[in-house]
């Protein structure tokens, strides 16, 4: 029963996992650093060119007119569709050279935008950041896309146990064993392999190492954090915790 339960969680992991993200590869924007002008022979020359090195430094600190609400969307959207990751409100505002409170709010704005217009893509929140993800309704036709030719799905071993980690973290090797019913280290050398769990620490009384999933993982649900795993309880018998604690 058990067992069962596990492969009911990973229902929801393996349609998420296998068909992944929509993004591109990552652009980086190289910013011109500022000359200073070279100093003349003499002292005169000097103290004029410090002046007037001063004066430049003073200039380009001001801040630089904002941007209409129309071009800082735009110039969003554009990072936004180039980014392999989820990237951070500070890092866009940064990017941009606006607040970043009016970057956090024009990308509310944006999600909400796409959500009413009602694209096949969302922007979301997902592992601290912000990126665009291909909407749950239209997954199948990216998981064909994705997976024509190509063999990238995890088994169905490993998404069960990817699933109690997922639900159960912090949690050990012998735990997730248990919960399956079959030994899970070759499953579990996968997952790390592939980046979707880490170790997190030791447990106290027995000192076997602990697992928790990653920011991967989390970038790959489309998740901002694992709070926002579908509940599992309504899959579950009812005597599922007595036989979690039984085989724990």
Not at 199 to 228: H, I, M, P, W
Request: some cysteine; proline content about 6%.
């Amino acid at each position: 029963m058990a067992a069962d339960a596990a492969a009911q969680g990973a229902a929801d992991v393996e349609a998420a996992v296998t068909a992944g993200a929509v993004a591109s590869q990552p652009v980086a924007r190289a910013r011109p650093s500022s000359g200073i002008p070279a100093q003349g022979r003499g002292s005169k020359g000097g103290a004029a060119a410090s002046v007037a090195a001063s004066t430049r430094t003073e200039e380009e600190a001001e801040p630089l007119p904002p941007m209409d609400d129309a071009e800082l969307r735009a110039a969003l959207e554009a990072i936004l569709l180039v980014v392999d990751e989820p990237v951070a409100e500070m890092q866009l505002a940064q990017i941009v050279e606006q607040p970043t409170e009016r970057v956090a709010g024009m990308l509310e704005d944006i999600s909400a935008r796409y959500t009413a217009a009602g694209h096949g893509f969302d922007l979301r929140r997902a592992a601290g950041g912000w990126r665009l993800y291909t909407r749950p309704e239209y997954a199948a036709y990216v998981e064909r896309f994705v997976l024509d030719g190509q063999s990238v799905r995890l088994t169905q071993a490993a998404l069960e146990t990817l699933a109690v980690v997922a639900y159960k973290q912090p949690v050990t090797r012998s735990r997730i064993s248990a919960i399956r019913g079959v030994n899970c280290d070759g499953v579990m050398r996968t997952l790390t392999t592939r980046g979707l769990i880490e170790e997190c620490g030791t447990e106290g009384e027995t000192g076997a190492f602990l697992y928790r999933t990653t920011a991967l993982f989390l970038e790959k649900l489309g998740l901002n954090s694992v709070d926002q795993l579908p509940p599992l309880a309504p899959f579950l018998p009812d005597d599922v915790e007595e036989v979690l604690d039984a085989s724990g």
